[in-house]
């Protein structure tokens, strides 16, 4: 990064690749490591508010491993290791109960992996757990969940949609079967059709559809007959993720996909969305606006400063004090290692975090940064100001950097990034990151 620090103009490509990862999350899952001793839950939730929390659950087990896939699940799980799973989950449920006291979630999301794996019954039997144990019940809380063109069933969408759920998520990636052939994930486009005639049949508030970009094979023009066929269905929201070729996962053998490519497709399937009227809310989500103004709505649970409760393995739990989770893996022996584990333990160990990483008010400051500035919404410099008693320009000569590129504009106090910007959503986080989470990224090994 030292060009950035000596160019007298610093331009766009002093930030190296355009497509360096992507920052959903602060500090990255990879600078977790094993606690010098557990952390007890009832402790590390002390300090948060019970009444703002956005409730996460994560079922790793889909139908097949897509060739880009790094996430936490397994593929194809027989009936006897689904059951371990859930009773687990149940007692990690009773166990987050106990130590959190009672909590009333704004927000809920269940994902993986795939949910809709499971089937209409064993959901309904989750749901009743959270709703019960947790106050999470899709009927008053803001819920989405994750799906998939080949478990998207009648009964199972009928199901979600009997519950209260308001948003509901498929990855379609591409209505081109040569295109998810490259990409690791053959799936018949009638299939696809089908899944979405199931879930448009019912009331749900949002539909948001996956497709990704960057497949050797796709063009400018192949990209936008998926779009505008998804736009067939009306979705509420539109995620475009760029193809990440990572290890471990199917297509790490295969060469990744230029910089330059990507970036064309990307601006191909801005402007379309944006010609259809949708708002861009960050480099990957797109919105169509509501009655009333604005996009989609949004719960009252603020990603910079509440907490998050992540349950199951591979959800990701946020606190003020720390982030904690179960232990990473992407290979399939690595994931059913972690997966038995689980599986074994139980309600007292449930109640401790064991694996994650201490956030320290520096950590805090840098998250804040990032959950805002890569949203359409900004960086609020007076409310930054007031949590960390000086502004963003004084804590990072990052921002003095971006403006001069024209990455970022700042106008009644809000700093945004511009068009450019956006464009560059997955090469600017590595300026915020901390020389010791790098490290630590640095020196992460995952099976």
């Known amino acids: 990064m030292s060009s950035l620090a000596t160019s007298a103009r610093p331009t766009p490509a002093d930030l190296g690749p355009l497509y360096q990862d992507y920052a959903y999350g602060y500090p990255h899952k990879s600078a977790y490591r094993s606690f010098a001793a557990p952390l007890r839950l009832g402790d590390l939730w002390a300090g948060e508010r019970k009444d703002r929390i956005f409730l996460y659950l994560h079922i790793p087990f889909c139908e097949?491993?897509?060739?880009?896939?790094?996430?936490?699940?397994?593929?194809?799980?027989?009936?006897?290791?689904?059951?371990?799973?859930?009773?687990?989950?149940?007692?990690?449920?009773?166990?987050?109960?106990?130590?959190?006291?009672?909590?009333?979630?704004?927000?809920?999301?269940?994902?993986?992996?795939?949910?809709?794996?499971?089937?209409?019954?064993?959901?309904?039997?989750?749901?009743?757990?959270?709703?019960?144990?947790?106050?999470g019940d899709p009927a008053r809380v803001?819920?989405?969940?994750?799906?998939?063109?080949?478990?998207?069933?009648?009964?199972?969408?009928?199901?979600?949609?009997?519950?209260?759920?308001?948003?509901?998520?498929?990855?379609?990636?591409?209505?081109?079967?040569?295109?998810?052939?490259?990409?690791?994930?053959?799936q018949d486009p009638a299939g696809v059709a089908q899944a979405l005639d199931t879930i448009r049949a019912h009331r749900f508030g949002r539909l948001n559809i996956d497709l990704i970009y960057g497949a050797a094979n796709?063009?400018?023009?192949?990209?936008?007959?998926?779009?505008?066929?998804?736009?067939?269905?009306?979705?509420?929201?539109?995620f475009l993720y760029p193809l990440y070729v990572r290890a471990r996962t199917g297509l790490d053998r295969r060469a990744s996909v230029e910089d330059e490519h990507r970036r064309t497709l990307y601006r191909t399937a801005r402007d379309l969305l944006l010609a259809e009227g949708y708002e861009q809310v960050s480099m990957r989500?797109?919105?169509?606006?509501?009655?009333?103004?604005?996009?989609?709505?949004?719960?009252?649970?603020?990603?910079?400063?509440?907490?998050?409760?992540?349950?199951?393995?591979?959800?990701?739990?946020?606190?003020?004090?720390?982030?904690?989770?179960?232990?990473?893996?992407?290979?399939?022996?690595?994931?059913?290692?972690?997966?038995?584990?689980?599986?074994?333990?139980?309600?007292?160990?449930?109640?401790?975090?064991?694996?994650?990483?201490?956030?320290?008010?520096?950590?805090?400051?840098?998250?804040?940064?990032?959950?805002?500035?890569?949203?359409?919404?900004?960086?609020?410099?007076?409310?930054?100001?007031a949590l960390f008693g000086r502004t963003p320009e004084q804590a990072f000569a990052a921002f003095a950097t971006l403006d001069a590129m024209g990455l970022t504009d700042t106008q009644a106090g809000t700093i945004r990034l511009t068009e450019s910007g956006l464009e560059h959503s997955d090469a600017i986080p590595p300026l915020f990151y901390s020389d010791a989470v790098r490290a630590l990224m640095r020196a992460s090994r995952i099976d």
């Open 64 to 135: 097949m491993r897509c060739g880009f896939c790094n996430l936490f699940t397994a593929a194809n799980p027989d009936d006897a290791r689904t059951e371990h799973y859930l009773a687990a989950l149940d007692r990690q449920i009773e166990a987050a109960r106990d130590e959190l006291g009672a909590v009333s979630p704004v927000q809920m999301a269940i994902g993986g992996g795939t949910p809709t794996l499971l089937g209409a019954r064993a959901l309904g039997r989750l749901l009743d757990r959270v709703a019960t144990r947790l106050n």
């Open 142 to 186: 803001s819920a989405g969940i994750e799906t998939s063109p080949k478990t998207a069933t009648p009964e199972t969408i009928a199901l979600l949609a009997e519950r209260g759920f308001d948003r509901i998520s498929i990855g379609v990636q591409s209505f081109i079967e040569a295109e998810t052939r490259a990409m690791g994930r053959p």
């Open 218 to 238: 796709q063009t400018p023009e192949s990209l936008a007959h998926s779009i505008r066929r998804a736009l067939d269905w009306a979705p509420e929201e539109m």
């Open 285 to 385: 989500a797109f919105r169509r606006p509501v009655a009333g103004g604005g996009g989609a709505a949004d719960s009252e649970f603020s990603c910079q400063e509440d907490g998050v409760l992540g349950l199951g393995t591979g959800a990701r739990s946020y606190t003020q004090a720390a982030h904690y989770s179960s232990r990473y893996a992407v290979t399939r022996r690595g994931v059913l290692d972690i997966l038995d584990a689980f599986a074994a333990s139980d309600e007292q160990a449930f109640r401790h975090a064991h694996h994650g990483i201490a956030m320290t008010p520096d950590e805090a400051m840098r998250r804040f940064v990032l959950k805002s500035l890569l949203h359409r919404d900004g960086l609020d410099a007076a409310r930054f100001a």
